[in-house]
């Protein structure tokens, strides 16, 4: 099965930060997740290079826009690499092949009587790269609005409205969460749609509408159709094979574009619609939303990777990142919820097993010596819902929900681990049997936990015995563990204590 995942595709206006992080770490869990199960998973991001926000920031920079937003680009680039994220598409908006797939795109709205000349006047905020039909003051950036009035084309949105509200109410699991679903649907139910104006004159810096040289394609239609582009040309077996299982991945900041706008162009377009859109809110500090435009807010993620571990950091947001709600950023909680989840409770988890496991059994035991308790385990039946529960979360794309259920298999098994006291030094009889249910539980443990922290459980994993071929001599059914350096190191609080928020600031964009 082909799935094929995006991240936004993020302005190269500034350098990356932890915002941009959140969305991308979320894609790269189902891209391993979606490797993990044998599927084939795509995973693509990239930068959006055009249009007046870029081309302002380059000048006001005194640099000339290319070096720019190649610099920019490059940033994003070698974080997702420096992070371990597997990467496998980065679409820049002002490639070549973008240009033509966005050209062709153009053409087919065109073909399908959707666009027309009129001129806009209105107002727009540089920085959302958005129109607003009310205000002074844009509601993100908390910035003045600009008036624009210059020649446009326009797409027939709103032609679109009543097939977009049938498609959203039809597939509940178009947009989610659902509190984002409802909020597209009363949206979409409560106004008329204005048709949307799809190109500019005043700034040069963007893909010349075909035939209309005056004119340069909106960034919001150029960026959206990197997705596509992202898959190489239209009629392309890559294409074929990815774009019918799409999942987009984006913050709430721009679910209008993916919601409304760009439903509307894909089918004006003939083409199918993404399966998901995935919705998460946004990372703040004190209450701040993190964006280059609040240069205070600004967390570099490699620098906290390089305290925490690129795949605990991860594994911090994916648990702590409610879907669809905003998570405001204190550094103690990362450090204290990273010693609690993985140093102490997994962690520990492993080591006293391995530990007590090579004191009683250097040998190893017989998986067969045990059948009997297997099947009638309470804990086992325990292990085994939260591992089908971990999937359902997954499924209805909750991170966070699977990551308790991950959470809370460790947390059983130290429960009764606590219990059943094995290092006595005359334990219970059936001491054996319960050695044998501890491995297959730690064995779900790793395969559940594998998509958080694929490196950590694979050294989970060969610390049971079960990663690599067997030994020589060795008979498959038979369970032999062997020392492992501790999986998690306890991170330090105490250079993280009472100073608030406290975040690194090393990395200023620009
Ligand atoms: N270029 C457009 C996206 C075009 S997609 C076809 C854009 N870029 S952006 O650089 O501003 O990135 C926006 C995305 O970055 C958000 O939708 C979100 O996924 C992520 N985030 C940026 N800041 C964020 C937070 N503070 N918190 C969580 N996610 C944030 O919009």
Redesign the pocket.
């Known amino acids: 099965m082909k799935h094929y995942l995006t991240?936004?595709?993020?302005?190269a206006s500034g350098s990356p930060?932890?915002?941009?992080a959140?969305?991308t770490f979320v894609a790269e869990f189902y891209r391993r997740y979606h490797e993990q199960r044998g599927h084939d998973a795509w995973l693509v991001t990239g930068t959006?290079e055009h249009g007046q926000k870029i081309e302002r920031t380059a000048r006001e920079k005194g640099e000339d826009i290319p070096g720019f937003v190649e610099k920019r680009s490059r940033e994003f680039r070698e974080l997702w690499r420096s992070l371990g994220i597997g990467i496998d598409g980065f679409e820049r908006t002002t490639s070549e092949s973008h240009r033509l797939v966005v050209g062709e795109i153009w053409r087919r709205i065109n073909g399908h009587g959707d666009l027309y000349k009129g001129h806009y006047s209105g107002l727009y905020c540089v920085e959302?790269e958005q129109y607003f039909t009310q205000g002074t003051q844009c509601p993100v950036h908390r910035r003045p609005l600009e008036r624009f009035s210059e020649e446009s084309w326009f797409f027939r949105l709103g032609r679109y409205r009543q097939r977009l509200i049938d498609h959203i109410e039809a597939r509940p699991d178009f947009i989610l969460p659902v509190a984002r679903r409802n909020e597209v649907l009363s949206f979409l139910r409560g106004n008329a749609l204005h048709d949307l104006s799809v190109s500019r004159t005043s700034t040069r810096w963007g893909i010349p509408v075909p035939d209309d040289d005056d004119h340069v394609i909106y960034v919001?239609v150029d960026?959206?159709a990197?997705?596509l582009s992202a898959l190489g040309p239209l009629d392309g077996e890559k294409f074929r094979q990815f774009w019918p299982r799409t999942t987009h991945?984006?913050?709430?900041?721009?679910l209008l574009?993916?919601a409304v706008y760009w439903p509307a162009l894909l089918w004006s377009a003939g083409l199918e619609l993404p399966r998901h859109i995935v919705v998460?809110?946004?990372?703040?500090v004190e209450g701040r939303?993190?964006?280059k435009s609040d240069p205070e807010t600004i967390i570099d993620p490699l620098s906290l990777a390089r305290e925490t571990g690129s795949d605990p950091l991860q594994y911090y947001f994916l648990k702590s990142v409610n879907p669809g709600q905003d998570l405001d950023f204190r550094r103690e909680r990362l450090v204290s919820t990273l010693n609690a989840d993985l140093a102490n409770n997994i962690g520990n988890l492993f080591s006293r097993y391995i530990t007590l496991f090579l004191k009683r059994y250097p040998d190893g035991i017989e998986t067969g010596s045990f059948g009997q308790e297997a099947a009638g385990s309470a804990l086992l039946a325990a292990v085994s819902r939260q591992e089908d529960d971990f999937h359902q979360h997954v499924e209805r794309f909750d991170v966070a929900g699977a990551a308790r259920c991950f959470l809370e298999i460790a947390s059983l098994v130290n429960t009764d681990f606590q219990q059943k006291e094995p290092w006595k030094a005359d334990p219970d009889a059936g001491l054996e049997a319960n050695f044998g249910i501890w491995h297959r539980c730690l064995e779900t443990l790793t395969r559940v936990g594998s998509g958080f922290l694929p490196v950590h459980m694979e050294r989970a994993r060969t610390g049971l015995g079960l990663a690599g071929p067997l030994r020589a001599g060795e008979k498959p059914g038979r369970i032999r563990v062997s020392a492992i350096e501790p999986l998690f190191q306890r991170l330090d609080t105490s250079a993280f204590n009472g100073s608030g928020t406290d975040c690194p600031r090393a990395h200023r964009p620009g």
């Not at 991945?249 to 721009?254: E, P, Q, R, T």
């Not at 998460?280 to 703040?284: A, D, H």
């Open positions: 991240t936004p595709i993020y302005y930060h932890l915002g941009h959140c969305t959006d959302c919001w960026a959206l990197a997705y991945f984006i913050g709430k900041d721009i574009f993916h998460n809110g946004w990372l703040t939303k993190i964006s």
